[in-house]
């Protein structure tokens, strides 16, 4: 096998020699060392393509050094969606449609594509809330209906812009978290005054409208579960560790972002539901991650891995929250699963080695 179908790339935003996740590619490096796997980390924005040869570094002698490498045969796409994946798209889509490149697997667009996705399954769509894009009718439409609502950017993250509306006798509150992460709640006397503020902290941002679930503790403290699942050395299906994030009560999100913190889940359950709830909470979740990324796949094409945010309401049902094509690990090193977090950062690697054998039948 030459050293290009050796490699494995990892597409990630790069500023300079500034990148994010450099410990987590650290360890990517290590692994992949034992598994004769060279680890290389570059921005998709700096591939010469007449050439096919990529710009990054990789990292050897206990530090990141630049490198020039010819483009990887497999890549493993870090690339968030946020404000910066605009510029960045067209390349990730040019590498993605290169023939001799194989992705990991392809990010998934966004909320609302997972949820139509999702509610083609007779299984799972159950566990789906009512989720609607986001526009001034159907807002006053389901604020009559539910008296709260949640609105939530289609491409956001860490549970910035999310806001919970209330309304009461012609007058409205909106409650969340915005673009500074800081947390709001503001008080409107009448549709107009809150039309106008939704329309500037929105922008020209797209919005879904859910209705308000009450996923928080008896003491009104927010929590959800994140269950990782990745693909394993053998290209199957595996859970690596849940975990529950519990934010602070001025929050209306659990996001570990907004100054959450992460605990085990079935100690967390336990404190909370009777047994046999308890108990039944806990098959549910593992019917939602044993049914979801097969699923998933099927319609949107091949995954990695995935973080599936549960949320378990005050009456014990469970609802699928969000699923997040490149998830986060630090919920693992909070709750002190060592071995969740070994697994969370070795199954990456040991896939692209699963995928590295089947291409070429063998070394």
């Not at 990517?28 to 710009?55: C, N, Q, W």
């Not at 990782?228 to 690596?240: A, S, Y």
């Not at 969740?340 to 995928?355: E, G």
């Amino acid at each position: 096998m030459d050293e290009q179908r050796k490699t494995l790339g990892i597409i990630t935003y790069c500023n300079g020699s500034q990148f994010m996740e450099k410990g987590y590619y650290k360890k990517l490096t290590l692994i992949g060392r034992k598994l004769g796997i060279r680890v290389f980390v570059f921005s998709p924005r700096r591939v010469d393509f007449e050439r096919r040869l990529a710009s990054g570094y990789i990292y050897r002698q206990g530090a990141w050094q630049a490198s020039t490498l010819p483009l990887p045969a497999f890549i493993y796409d870090r690339c968030f969606i946020g404000p910066s994946y605009r510029h960045y798209k067209p390349f990730i889509e040019k590498l993605q449609n290169d023939p001799d490149i194989q992705f990991l697997g392809h990010g998934l667009s966004g909320k609302w594509q997972v949820h139509q996705i999702l509610s083609q399954s007779p299984a799972l769509k159950k566990w789906l809330p009512d989720t609607q894009w986001f526009s001034m009718t159907t807002l006053f439409d389901m604020l009559q209906q539910k008296r709260a609502v949640i609105i939530k950017p289609a491409a956001g993250t860490h549970g910035i812009g999310v806001v919970r509306i209330t309304g009461k006798d012609g007058a409205f509150t909106a409650t969340g978290r915005a673009q500074e992460n800081k947390p709001f709640r503001k008080r409107f006397r009448s549709q107009t005054e809150l039309k106008s503020f939704l329309t500037g902290f929105m922008g020209t941002r797209r919005f879904l409208l859910q209705p308000y679930l009450t996923l928080h503790t008896p003491d009104r403290t927010p929590f959800d579960v994140r269950v990782l699942v990745q693909k394993n050395g053998h290209g199957q299906w595996e859970t690596t560790g849940k975990a529950v994030r519990i934010g602070v009560k001025e929050n209306i999100t659990s996001n570990l972002h907004g100054g959450g913190r992460a605990v085990p889940l079935s100690d967390f359950l336990a404190d909370i539901f009777p047994v046999q709830q308890r108990k039944r909470i806990e098959e549910e979740i593992d019917q939602v991650t044993s049914l979801l990324p097969s699923f998933l796949e099927q319609y949107h094409g091949r995954l990695v891995e995935l973080g599936i945010d549960i949320g378990i309401d005050t009456n014990g049902h469970v609802w699928i929250i969000e699923v997040n094509s490149r998830p986060g690990r630090t919920v693992f090193r909070q709750i002190s699963d060592r071995m969740a977090r070994i697994r969370s950062i070795s199954q990456p690697v040991k896939y692209a080695h699963y995928l590295m054998k089947e291409r070429v039948g063998g070394y």
